[in-house]
């Protein structure tokens, strides 16, 4: 299944929440799931070797403060609290991670988990 997923495919979203842990780290993208408040619930090993972070040490943090800091600003974070204001959260864009890490030019789509309040974030490189 993981390898006809694509950062793309429609059913991305509806394929990540009957994952497993071993199958989300065999995707070739980072994936990230927070809760409301950002704390990271999932954090797949792709992203882990994006951002060196060892995914077991994020696990209970919070993504903007305490992981990657550089995203809070208005492209990322104010997305992020605007989406979940709304109630609806479905946006990809261009970004650039450079907290603690070579600068990585990625494409990120994030949107809000449909049965879950949760978010997924999902981390491409370009």
Known sequence: MTE??????????????????????????????LDREGTILEYNLTEGQLTGTDPRKVMGQNFFRDVAPCTVNPQFYGRFVEGLEKGELDTVFEY???????????????????????VWILVKRL
């Open 96 to 118: 650039i991670f450079d907290h603690q890490m070579a600068t990585e030019r990625v494409k990120v789509h994030m949107r809000k988990s449909g049965g879950e309040d949760s």
């Open 4 to 33: 006809r997923l694509r950062f793309e495919s429609d059913n991305i979203f509806n394929a990540l929440a009957d994952m497993d842990g071993e199958a989300m780290n065999s995707l070739p993208f980072g994936v990230i799931r």
